[in-house]
């Protein structure tokens, strides 16, 4: 079942960098952005078109959007919540926008101030003009194991969501560990209940790694025949409605994992290791990368 090749999506421009108290310039973003497709990322999630009010980090979008040299092969996504959002994304001309649900009530309310219906309704024409446009259309799927708020969260939960998502047009949906409480049994039925909805293809791993079990939990859906991941170059980050949670598991770490299992990704693992090292020393900490700080002691 484990699939030979993996397509890794690194989401440390924008899940990775939204939550930095200090504000991050956007040359910075930019020239992240540029190293991470030069060390071979085919799909990086840049920036959110959200309310400033509620991420400032993010409020520089459009800055971000149009300062990138894009290289052909690779998809540029971004996150929109409502159709303001995707108006404003729609002049940047991603190749992706990313509405964000959650299996939690109480974390769509925290995260985008309504309940999961009303997140649906607000989706809907977002996916409708995105298509229209000729825009992919992701589907985060926030807390499909556990919510800061809720708790455990059953995969009932996800398998609604899900079914909600391919209703109004979601073309792929992530399985998100939003707050990284999730082993690796708990992970697999979350990933069995969105395939009642979606193939393998268009599901994707997306994990954060707060409790140290995301490489686990990455090798659980693997397994499944997951072949699609979010990861953040360095570890970075942590989402701004889920305190404590820690960032995504690290992409340098996900790669070394599957490049020793004969898994392909594309991706230079040095390169790579330049490009965490590179947003570390700017955000003056050290790695959250394990195989970064390892490589980098030799
Ligand atoms: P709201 O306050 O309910 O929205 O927020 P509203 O429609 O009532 O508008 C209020 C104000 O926001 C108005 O401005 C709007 O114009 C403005 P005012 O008149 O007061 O000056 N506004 C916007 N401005 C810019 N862009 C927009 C936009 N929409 C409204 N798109 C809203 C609703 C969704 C906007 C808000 O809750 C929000 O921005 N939330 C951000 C949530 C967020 O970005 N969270 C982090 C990303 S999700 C995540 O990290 C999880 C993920 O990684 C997966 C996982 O790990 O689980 C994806
Ligand atoms: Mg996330």
């Known amino acids: 079942n484990i699939p030979s090749k993996v397509h890794l999506i690194d989401v440390g421009p924008r899940d990775g960098l939204q939550n930095e108290k200090q504000p991050v310039p956007a040359a910075v973003k930019i020239e992240l952005v540029h190293r991470l497709q ?5 799909e990086i999630e840049v920036t959110s078109y959200v309310s400033p009010k509620w991420v400032p980090q993010m409020a520089d979008n459009h800055e971000v959007m149009s300062g990138i040299a894009r290289q052909t ?80 969260i059953p995969p009932e939960r996800v398998d609604y969501l899900a079914g909600l998502m391919k209703g109004i047009g979601v073309e792929r949906v992530d399985v998100a560990d939003t707050i990284g409480v999730g082993t690796p049994h708990k992970v ?33 859906a693997l397994e ?12 970075l980050g942590g989402c701004p409605y889920a305190k404590g949670a820690t960032g995504n598991v690290a992409t340098e770490d ?14 230079d693992l040095d390169a790579l290791v330049d490009a965490g090292q590179f947003i570390s020393e700017h955000l003056n900490r050290p790695s959250g990368s394990r195989v970064s700080r390892a490589l980098l002691a030799k």
Not at 38 to 42: C, N, Q, R, T, V
Not at 96 to 113: D, L, M, R
Not at 224 to 235: E, I, K, P
Request: aromatic share 8%; glycine share 10%; net charge negative.
């Open 38 to 42: 030069a060390a071979g990322l085919k």
């Open 254 to 267: 996900v790669v070394y994992l599957l490049h020793g299992m004969g898994i392909e990704t594309g991706i």
């Open 73 to 152: 092969g690779v998809r540029y996504s971004v996150l929109t919540p409502n159709l303001k959002g995707f108006e404003a994304a729609l002049l940047d001309r991603p190749d992706e926008i990313v509405v964000f649900g959650a299996a939690s009530e109480a974390f769509s309310q925290k995260n985008i101030n309504c309940s999961i219906a009303e997140s649906i309704e607000r989706f809907a024409p977002v996916v409708a003009a995105a298509k229209a446009a000729g825009i992919a259309v992701r589907g985060a799927m926030s807390c499909t194991v556990g919510c800061p708020y809720e708790g455990e």
């Open 224 to 235: 499944l025949g997951v072949w699609n991941f979010q990861s953040s170059v360095a570890g």
């Open 188 to 220: 697999q039925a979350a990933i069995e209940a969105t395939l009642k909805h979606f193939p393998i293809a268009q599901v994707s791993g997306h994990f954060h790694d707060t409790y140290g079990q995301a490489l686990s939990n990455t090798l659980a």
